[in-house]
Each structure stands twice: as structure tokens, then as C-alpha cells.
């Protein structure tokens, strides 16, 4: 799934451009070490590569249908998703209840959590400065993608 003209169009509407890899791109592998680094007491150090990591391949499983969008706000911050970071998107994935989404909202794009409670969609921010959205029958409303990966400095 490629992202079409019109959604194209709707995101540069709303002020943002698609970064898009070029799936024809030569990939960038980086060493991947045998051991997994401690998040408690520190381990000795593995000297031994295991393999390497293509990023675009682990970031990026359905390249074609992936997109990266940059967060402007503070309401996602509890999912750890603040101002500034990156999104990787894929629309091969539908959404599902708990997932975290990027929705078109009356021509407004946003970043929520997706939640379908009984038929009632709501857009849920991770912040309690922000009041969730209810979907009414008379917006228009679309899932642009789903939140894979967030890419942020320290």
C-alpha cells in the first residue's frame, strides 16, 4: 500500500510533508552485539558482533506503506511521544483498540491513542492536560497509520 495523491495532499494541507524512503535506497547496516546491555547492574562487555542491523529493515517492515510525520504538541507524552520527535507510521496496519494512531479529524491531524469501546470511537491523549476526543457521526474521520517506532534525542 503506497500513500496516494489525496492523502498526500492532506498532509501538506496540514502544514506537513511525508519523508518517505526510497525503497530502492541502498540499506545502512550497523553491528548488532551478542549481548543486551543492562538496565540494572552493569554486565560485562561482548566484544563479539552477532550480525548487523539494517535499521530501514527493522523499522521499516512494509516500507512501501511507511511514512515518518514530526510531532508538534505535548498531548502524547505519557506514551512517551513528546514535541519534536519522529513517528514511523505503516497504513498496512489497521488500527486496533489501544494502539496508537494518526488520525485526520476535520482536516486536522493528530497523534492519539485509538480506542473502540463498544462502537464509540475515541481519540485518547497520554496527557491529563488534554480532554479525549469522541467521534461523532458527523466528522470526518479517517486513520492515517499506525505508530510503530518513535525516534526522539535525549
Do not use: W
Not at 12 to 22: C, E, F, I, P, S
Not at 68 to 88: C, E, P, R, W
Not at 124 to 139: A, F, L, M, S
Amino acid at each position: 500500500m503506497t500513500l496516494d495523491a489525496r492523502t498526500i495532499e492532506k498532509l501538506a494541507k496540514v502544514g506537513l510533508t511525508v519523508m518517505r524512503r526510497d525503497v530502492h535506497a541502498p540499506s545502512s547496516t550497523v553491528p548488532l552485539f551478542i549481548s543486551k546491555v543492562a538496565a540494572g547492574m552493569p554486565s560485562p562487555a561482548d566484544d563479539y558482533v552477532e550480525k548487523t542491523l539494517d535499521l530501514n529493515e527493522y523499522c521499516l517492515p512494509h516500507s512501501e506503506a511507511s511514512f515518518f510525520l514530526k510531532v508538534s504538541g505535548n498531548s502524547m507524552t505519557g506514551a512517551d511521544i513528546h514535541d519534536g520527535d519522529i513517528l514511523v507510521v505503516d497504513r498496512s496496519i489497521p488500527p486496533k483498540s489501544g494502539q496508537v494512531v494518526i488520525a485526520m479529524l476535520d482536516g486536522e491531524l493528530t497523534v492519539k491513542r485509538f480506542l473502540n469501546e463498544g462502537g464509540r470511537v475515541l481519540l485518547k491523549p497520554e496527557n491529563p492536560n488534554y480532554p479525549t476526543i469522541t467521534i461523532g457521526p458527523n466528522q470526518d474521520f479517517s486513520v492515517m497509520g499506525t505508530v510503530i517506532f518513535v525516534v526522539h534525542k535525549f
